[in-house]
């Protein structure tokens, strides 16, 4: 069975949703011997809780990693594709390798190692958890950061998913540089735009 391996990494991903911003993976491998409490699914945890989790999981895990995929790329592949790219991304950068991966999902990104796809794993193995809290937590931080970059847009309040505020600020002051122009809202807007221009 390839759960009895030590090294079974937990993947997911952050940022599928939004309008704006790259979207990130994370691949962690939990240490046995140091379990962490608390583990869920990302999005049933506050902001402080996962930000605490997420300084666990560094400090504690065998091996974690983060990476993304650019908005050029979600334009170019899409976003499922650059999802999957993301992870792939992650899962090749953990030090030590991993030997099997659960990911969380419905299909597994092209890895050199055996890997399962877990619909909703992120509520039931602790390691796609863990990969959740930190893929999550680091696009927040970068959408903050984007935030300083572009302050038109509110980025720092809803992370660039599709709220009220997000879409009256883009018909207000038109799309930014990290905008995903092939998503349906924002392409909407944009051709709204041409044809009253």
């Excluded at 691949?27 to 902001?47: C, E, F, N, T, W």
């Excluded at 999957?84 to 953990?94: D, G, N, P, T």
């Excluded at 877990?118 to 893929?135: M, Q, R, T």
């Excluded at 930014?176 to 998503?183: E, L, N």
Aim: charged share 20%; aromatic share 6%; glycine share 6%.
């Amino acid at each position: 069975m390839p759960f009895e391996s030590k090294f079974v990494c937990g993947v997911d991903e952050a940022g599928r949703g939004p309008l704006a911003g790259p979207v990130y993976a994370a691949a962690v491998i939990l240490d046995p011997a140091q379990p962490i409490s608390g583990l869920r699914d990302s999005k049933k945890l506050s902001a402080r809780n996962r930000v605490r989790l997420a300084g666990e999981i560094r400090l504690h895990a065998l091996a974690w990693s983060i990476a993304y995929a650019t908005v050029e790329e979600i334009e170019h592949l899409n976003i499922l594709h650059a999802s999957m790219l993301a992870m792939q991304r992650a899962v090749l950068a953990l030090h030590p390798a991993a030997e099997f991966a659960l990911i969380d999902g419905n299909r597994c990104p092209q890895l050199p190692i055996p890997a399962r796809a877990i619909v909703k794993g992120d509520a039931s193995e602790a390691c796609i958890s863990a990969a959740s809290i930190l893929a999550k937590t680091e696009r927040d931080q970068e959408m903050r950061r984007l935030a300083d970059k572009y302050p038109l847009y509110g980025f720092e309040q809803h992370a660039g998913y599709p709220t009220a505020a997000h879409l009256a600020a883009i018909e207000a002051h038109g799309i930014s540089p990290v905008h995903r122009k092939s998503f349906g809202p924002v392409r909407n807007i944009l051709q709204k735009a041409s044809i009253t221009a």
